[in-house]
């Protein structure tokens, strides 16, 4: 066995392509590796702005021997009327280096074939990997291409070097107009110099020698530490940003952060703005004080140590100067115009949200009209003004200098001039909040006016677009539709609301109007709706499934999900009582009611049992004991208190396996078997709105 390393040099490439293409270059070599029987061992990535390497272990001197079946001709066109062998017959043989007569017989779907078993001789993989790591190079996609000099082939950035060895075997790879060595490069400014890499396992040590972290979570960690300690230093704590870290350590080969500083003066803008101006542009990163509050300071991340720090940080400290001085700018501008003003209102009538679903003016309409359905139907009738007045300027912020440069400022700068506006606290704060969560890091809204119109918001989005036949496919989701509708989902369960989920879809369907309207669609196509409980089904299933058991997930949902934060209750219920000992000999019982119920009561009409035609002792006892827990069970349910409603429909067991055991229920007698039938639908009736027993697995 042998080590094998595998690196591609280049110039620099953006920090969002180093982790996506290490993936690529992985899984292309694994795969190979498997098609070829390619047998190895543990693969460690490395990854700067300027190389992409792999370093894998145990990588077998050649490839196994396996016996191979090798098909031939029909029988039919392989022997002749008299039994002789054809030439069809002569060449398979020959080809296989066997005799006709070993030659085997073997029936197929589509008639007799011939077959051979061969041996295939294992190869070495030194000649197999050319090819590999060929392949491996073209088979990385990157977002943008480059092409340089007069070669064809394209790169993610130009390519400078290959390194391939095998052991201390370079293996051939050829890219463009760059041929593999054994020769690589350490850091651009510190270590310019070529160096020569003997075998695959001295490659880590030689460059961090030469300036260069080539593993991205040594890098990363380094980089956190040397952060943290200039942070100290500067008597201040790093704003915590774990995507700006991912981006940072892709952009150097030996992190160097240093502290620089901007004038105090900026301070009185809001922080996300500060915040967004040293991070989207500088890949700078904020500071804070002990009390949380920003410091007038910020940490740049070098890719060079320097003799003159302090020229350095001039350099960093000149360019934020001119972003803040824009920054500022652009807050006090846009606060010249109040955000409910009707030029602001004209000019969101001619910003487009969607083709077909018209202007973002008509989206923000559909939202305060959505919202306010939504606060009467969740018990928040007295919040209906907040609630309009906040959707009315929810997305007028999009109009503004500020938001035009920061996107991602949108909904913190409409509460900001919300409240320069004099506008109420709680509309301000229901404009940010809104958005919530706009990300992992974001927690969810913390009052009722935001969820409630962050709710109608992503549920005008999920039905205008599942109405124009945007809706996801596969794993293309252009829109975030999945994340909309498990936002969702979650702010309706962590608020607790209770409504009703096809009523609102309703809602919001008939407030999109004739804009839904599709000439192509037939009138055997689901309807928005329909496609759109589904799709809720679908987020509700692959979220539980994280934390809850497949079977009890299927028998909640399969029992109704209309009331999203109902529904979440019987599950949290029903999870926690499968783990009684008692729980699989209930399930059986109660699964075996479902399933007769099943079968059974489709041609029964739902009329009340008939206590007359109760003839069996059995039969009579379950029916009381029935009428005994239905009151109980139902008060439970109407109280949120399903581990209690299932405490009360336990009594019933005995009673049902008496039946079953001693009671025909399909008698001969129509009347009669209608009747038992209809006694186990009421028994199924009870349970069945807290959860399809014939779902759950008793032994899972």
Request: aromatic share 6%; charged share 30%; net charge neutral.
């Amino acid at each position: 066995m042998a080590e094998l390393l595998f690196e591609l040099g280049t110039e620099e490439l953006p920090a969002r392509f180093v982790v996506p293409a290490l993936d690529d270059l992985e899984k292309t070599f694994t795969e190979q590796c498997i098609a070829l029987n390619i047998k190895h061992g543990a693969i460690r990535r490395f990854g700067t702005p300027r190389r992409l390497a792999l370093l894998v272990a145990d990588v077998a001197e050649k490839t196994d021997d396996v016996m191979k079946e090798v098909k031939g001709p029909s029988v039919k066109a392989a022997f002749d009327a008299a039994g002789a062998p054809t030439q069809p017959a002569i060449k398979f043989a020959e080809s296989v280096k066997l005799p006709v007569d070993q030659l085997k017989k073997v029936s197929t779907p589509k008639g007799d074939y011939l077959m051979a078993t061969v041996e295939e001789k294992g190869r070495r993989s030194f000649e197999l990997l050319s090819d590999v790591l060929n392949l491996c190079t073209r088979k990385i996609n990157f977002a943008k291409q480059m092409r340089w000099g007069d070669v064809e082939q394209s790169f993610g950035r130009p390519l400078q070097w290959i390194v391939a060895l095998l052991g201390t075997e370079v293996v051939p790879v050829t890219y463009s107009d760059v041929k593999s060595g054994r020769v690589t490069r350490g850091h651009r400014f510190l270590s310019p110099a070529p160096i020569t890499v003997e075998k695959p396992g001295d490659y880590e040590a030689l460059l961090e020698k030469s300036n260069v972290i080539p593993d991205v979570a040594k890098r990363r960690a380094l980089m956190i530490e040397r952060i943290a300690a200039a942070a100290k230093k500067a008597g201040g704590t790093v704003l915590p940003d774990e995507a700006l870290i991912d981006q940072v350590v892709n952009l150097v080969e030996l992190p160097s952060p240093v502290v620089g500083t901007f004038e105090e003066r900026h301070l009185d803008l809001p922080p996300e703005v500060l915040i967004q101006e040293m991070k989207s542009h500088q890949r700078y990163f904020s500071l804070t004080a002990a009390d949380g509050k920003l410091l007038p300071k910020f940490i740049a991340v070098s890719n060079t140590p320097v003799k003159d720090e302090q020229l350095s940080i001039k350099g960093y400290e000149r360019v934020l100067r001119a972003r803040l001085t824009d920054g500022r700018f652009f807050f006090d501008e846009d606060r010249r115009m109040p955000l409910s003003a009707p030029e602001r209102m004209e000019k969101l009538k001619r910003r487009s949200w969607i083709d077909k679903l018209g202007s973002m003016s008509e989206k923000t309409d559909r939202i305060r009209a959505l919202g306010a359905f939504i606060a009467k139907a969740v018990g928040q009738t007295a919040l209906i003004p907040t609630v309009e007045r906040a959707a009315t300027l929810c997305k007028a912020d999009l109009n503004t200098g500020m938001v035009g440069e920061f996107p991602e400022l949108q909904g913190v700068m409409g509460r900001e001039y919300a409240l320069h506006d004099k506008e109420p606290k709680e509309v301000a704060l229901a404009i940010f909040e809104h958005y919530l969560p706009r990300g992992a890091g974001d927690g969810l809204p913390t009052q009722d006016a935001g969820a409630i119109i962050g709710l109608a918001d992503r549920l005008d989005s999920l039905c205008g677009l599942f109405g124009i036949g945007k809706k996801p496919t596969g794993a293309k989701d252009d829109f975030a539709l999945r994340r909309a509708a498990i936002t969702f989902i979650r702010i309706v369960i962590a608020r607790g609301y209770r409504f009703s989920l096809s009523a609102a879809i309703d809602e919001s369907v008939s407030l999109l109007g004739a804009k839904l309207v599709d000439a192509k669609r037939k009138p055997t196509d689901p309807t928005v709706k329909d496609q759109l409980v589904e799709f809720f089904r679908g987020r509700l299933e692959s979220t539980w499934k994280e934390n809850h058991r497949a079977d009890v997930v299927e028998a909640v949902l399969s029992a109704g999900f209309d009331d999203l934060a109902c529904a979440q209750l019987r599950l949290e219920a029903i999870s926690a009582y499968v783990s009684r000992p008692d729980f699989a000999s209930l399930a059986a019982t109660f699964k075996r009611v479902a399933n007769i119920v099943e079968k059974q009561a489709k041609d029964i009409t739902r009329d009340a049992v008939d206590p007359k035609k109760l003839t069996d002792e059995p039969e009579k006892a379950l029916h009381a004991e029935v009428s005994k827990v239905s009151a109980a069970f139902t008060a439970a349910v109407q109280a949120d208190d399903y581990a209690g409603a299932m405490a009360k429909v336990v009594p019933l067991k005995p009673f049902v396996d008496a039946f079953f055991d001693k009671v025909m229920v399909m008698a001969e007698d129509k009347a009669l078997r209608e009747n038992r039938v209809r006694l186990l639908m009421e028994i199924g009736g009870l349970f069945g709105t807290v959860a399809d027993f014939s779902k759950i697995q008793a032994e899972s």
